[in-house]
């Protein structure tokens, strides 16, 4: 369907979006990518009586790579993401998930805030983020604040983000070079969103034991998480097959997916365990 | 809302709703009708078009976000004189059959062998997973594409 009608700006500063989206009253929406938000306004899912469009605020759009963290502007684009080498060595599972977000056109224009900000279960983006502790900083009326990614993400669509607040930066922790780790989704058809899919790693001792194990899963629950019981059959193990068998059934154990019309409950459940198993397989090789 | 482009290397201007997706202004405003409205909510891939030389679907783009860009539709990637070598390696794998979904398929794959002239065929699936085709079964597009390649690769030096 053609969009229903709206206002329009185009901010040149984020001082000057901030004030726009609070005057907006709640009825204001950011306008980032738009391979989310356009689409709900097609089907009136949104209607927003203003868009404000961040283009032009260049200073959120960069990658930048610390000794304590890789800092994506919110207005980064997965393209953007694909396209830089320095990534494959900061963060490889990063790069790996990013691979799966949608088709070569949507992955041109859109964004990392704004998948974080749409919030979707089955989205490759909020799953990296919850299983790499992220940290999401936001702008308000009110001054900045920074929330702890397994604090945003509240149900389908609902985020802790307030009406008047706008996503600046996702901050990954820096990556140890050595490692462990795998990105696993399944979906029918290539780019669309996946059934079930998980990002996990682990760090390994002296010893050969994992431990640090982080086991993120999404498209099985309302809202990506973490695994606390995968994550148990890992820490201290050797990662061997016995062990990958062990973590998928607790992966599987661990979820309440829904059915719907792509898959039953069942199905998906099963999934994530087969997942959660050929990703340790693949991290530990 | 007054906006200002670039299309097919000719600087247009034009007054736009707010609401006027990019595909219906290069449809209705521009008359420049190869750029094909599928399903309007991202799903089809037959309006994409190049927006500063990227791929990118134009009925998920407002026509006021294009101020100031570089826009090139199905049109500007033909020639007067003769079929390019994609349209030609279209026509002989029977990679059309009604031909909707054509322009968004040329256009995604002229994107990508423009960057990649030596995409494999695993790649140039994944590439078109976006644009949905109802009548060939995908094969002979494919093949097609892998066919065009030699005209975008470099001459040796």
Not at chain 1, 207 to 219: P, S
Not at chain 2, 35 to 51: F, P, S, W
Not at chain 2, 111 to 132: H, M, T, W
């Amino acid at each position: 369907m053609k969009l229903p009608a709206f206002e329009y700006a185009c901010p040149a500063t984020l001082a000057e979006a901030v004030a726009l989206l609070a005057a907006g009253d709640g009825d204001a929406k950011l306008l980032a990518g738009g391979q989310s938000l356009v689409p709900m306004m097609a089907f009136r899912v949104a209607s927003p009586a203003l868009l404000v469009d961040l283009r032009k605020l260049a200073e959120l759009r960069r990658i930048e790579i610390t000794g304590e963290a890789v800092r994506l502007g919110a207005m980064t684009r997965w393209r953007d993401i694909e396209d830089d080498a320095r990534l494959d060595t900061a963060h490889p599972l990063l790069k790996a998930a990013v691979a799966e977000v949608a088709h070569y056109q949507i992955r041109n224009r859109g964004t990392v805030g704004g998948s974080i900000a749409h919030a979707d279960p089955a989205a490759e983006m909020p799953g990296i983020a919850v299983a790499c502790d992220a940290e999401i900083a936001v702008a308000g009326p009110a001054g900045s604040r920074v929330i702890g990614a397994s604090d945003f993400f509240i149900a389908p669509l609902t985020t802790a983000l307030a009406a008047d607040e706008i996503i600046v930066e996702i901050r990954l922790p820096a990556w140890p070079a050595a490692r462990r780790w795998a990105f696993k989704e399944f979906a029918r058809r290539r780019g669309d969103f996946a059934l079930a899919g998980t990002a996990l790693f682990y760090d390994v001792d002296a010893r050969g034991k994992a431990f640090n194990a982080h086991v993120g899963a999404i498209g099985v629950g309302d809202r990506p998480q973490r695994l606390a019981a995968a994550e148990a059959a890992i820490n201290g193990q050797t990662v061997d097959i016995a062990t990958s068998e062990r973590a998928g059934s607790a992966a599987s154990a661990a979820v309440t997916p829904q059915s719907d019309i792509h898959a039953s409950a069942a199905y998906r459940q099963a999934l994530l365990g087969t997942l959660v198993e050929r990703a340790l397989q693949s991290a530990c090789a | 809302m007054q906006v200002s482009f670039e299309v097919n290397g000719n600087n247009v201007s034009v007054d736009v709703e707010p609401r006027m997706t990019l595909a219906d202004c290069l449809r209705h405003m521009l008359r420049l009708t190869g750029t094909h409205v599928g399903c309007e909510h991202g799903v089809c891939g037959a309006c994409t078009i190049l927006v500063d030389g990227m791929a990118v679907r134009a009925c998920l783009m407002l026509a006021v976000q294009a101020d100031g860009s570089e826009v090139i539709t199905i049109e500007g990637l033909s020639n007067d004189d003769a079929l390019t070598p994609l349209q030609v390696s279209f026509r002989r794998h029977h990679a059309l059959q009604c031909g909707f979904c054509t322009p968004g398929m040329i256009v995604t794959a002229h994107a990508l062998l423009s960057e990649e002239p030596d995409a494999d065929a695993d790649r140039i699936r994944e590439v078109l997973s976006g644009n949905l085709c109802r009548c060939t079964g995908y094969i002979s597009i494919i093949d097609a594409v892998l066919d065009a390649r030699a005209a975008y690769k470099k001459p040796a030096p």
